[in-house]
């Protein structure tokens, strides 16, 4: 019988350093062991991964019966934002409440977000992250095309720490329910934005809600200038983790591409460490 092959390398407690660039970093092993951490609780801009809270919130509601799956929302003047998504592109005018689930998962569909969100509302957000004991994480406002002076200065703020927890959670089943833990994460399954650390796992963009070669990813990223975010739950055949990592950098500095570089190469250690 050959011998079993050897354990992955620990990993790094952040990517490579970028000049001008602040990495936070949190990792859990499915058994909530901490694999890396770093900068943890530094609060930042998330920007889209902040959504995560609206699906949360979207699917509590599903699971209580108080919101029907096939309830048509309809998007108005007020809602219309563009940058991510698709259906500000389309010509339908309303759509179910989960296909909207459906694309700010797929798409981070900021269009889908605003009507969403109008449907909820931002204080039972608040609200939820305070019942899921996040203290730091909140999504501050509907999306916006041009922040003015009586905005938030940012769409959402986090901590790399309280991302990875939610969605060790969600892994878990216990974010709310297992109903709506399950609902999360079949949303995010749909996710095509592998561009930051997910980029390692040489995975289909439009075709990765199943596993793939072994790998299963569930994840929401964020992009702002300035900021990239990468949240997520990966499973492969050594075992599954959670992981949020943020990079924030000065909008003037050009440092976007080794971002995204070092962000990448994260991913191939997390990829690693779940036997992939």
Do not use: F, I
């Not at 939610?166 to 974010?175: N, S």
Request: proline share 10%; charged share 20%; aromatic share 2%.
């Amino acid at each position: 019988m050959p011998p079993p092959p050897p354990p992955p390398p620990p990993l790094p407690p952040q990517p490579a350093p970028v000049p001008g660039v602040a990495w936070s970093v949190h990792v859990l092993a499915d058994d909530g062991a901490v694999l890396a951490t770093r900068g943890a609780d530094a609060v930042g801009p998330v920007a889209s991964a902040a959504k995560l809270l609206l699906l949360v919130e979207v699917a509590r509601r599903l699971d209580a019966g108080d919101l029907p799956p096939t309830a048509l929302l309809e998007r108005s003047a007020a809602d219309a934002v563009a940058d991510s998504g698709l259906w500000q592109h389309l010509r339908v005018a309303a759509l179910p409440v989960e296909d909207l689930a459906v694309l700010v998962g797929a798409v981070s569909d900021n269009l889908a977000t605003n009507v969403l969100l109008r449907a909820v509302g931002l204080p039972a957000l608040d609200a939820l992250a305070a019942r899921l004991g996040l203290r730091d994480t909140r999504l501050l406002d509907r999306v916006r095309d041009a922040r003015g002076p009586g905005d938030p200065p940012v769409l959402a703020l986090g901590t790399a720490r309280e991302l990875c927890l939610l969605l060790h959670g969600l892994a878990r089943g216990t974010v709310v329910s297992p109903a709506a833990s399950a609902a999360v994460l079949r949303w995010l399954g749909t996710g095509s934005d592998l561009s930051m650390v997910a980029s390692a796992l040489g995975l289909d963009p439009l075709a990765h809600a199943g596993a793939d070669r072994g790998l299963l990813l569930r994840h929401k990223t964020g992009t702002d200038e300035g900021v990239r975010v990468d949240a997520g739950h990966l499973a492969g055949p050594a075992g599954g983790l959670a992981y949020a990592v943020a990079a924030r950098w000065s909008p003037g500095v050009p440092a976007r591409d080794a971002v995204l570089a070092a962000m990448g190469a994260y991913g191939r250690a997390l990829r690693a460490a779940v036997g992939g």
